[in-house]
């Protein structure tokens, strides 16, 4: 079983960066790929970003390609995301997810966090 916990959520302006992190529990941790989702009021949880066991390989949404950056270190089970460029479209909660098999979808994703607010003024 893994436990996940998201920090570094806040409030920020257009343009701003924030890292997000997600602290893992359990040994198993590097056997996960691992995802970042979001999910803005009144809208369905949706697909940012995914990274492989190792972090050699990255998958993201077309809304944040070129702006945000998933990495993970191993050996502090954590996995980050890099916001950079940040929009007023980009105000959710946001969750860490693992999963054994790579996936965009929410249904394959086994264990989450409990999410991190993110909130862009314009």
């Known amino acids: 079983q893994v436990q996940l916990v998201e920090s570094g959520g806040g409030l920020v302006q257009a343009g701003d960066s924030l890292t997000l992190s997600c602290a893992a529990s359990g040994r198993t941790f590097s056997m996960y790929f691992m995802g970042w989702f979001r999910q803005a009021p009144g809208k369905e949880r949706e697909f940012v970003a995914v990274?492989?066991?190792?972090?050699?390989?990255?998958s993201y949404a077309d809304a944040v390609k070129g702006r945000f950056t998933i990495s993970r270190d191993n050996a502090k089970n954590t996995v980050y995301l890099q916001m950079n460029s940040l929009k007023p479209e980009d105000t959710a909660v946001y969750y860490c997810a693992a999963t054994k098999r790579t996936s965009s979808s929410p249904a394959m994703y086994d264990y989450w966090g409990q999410g991190t607010q993110v909130t862009v003024s314009s």
């Open positions: 990274i492989s066991w190792r972090g050699g390989s990255t």
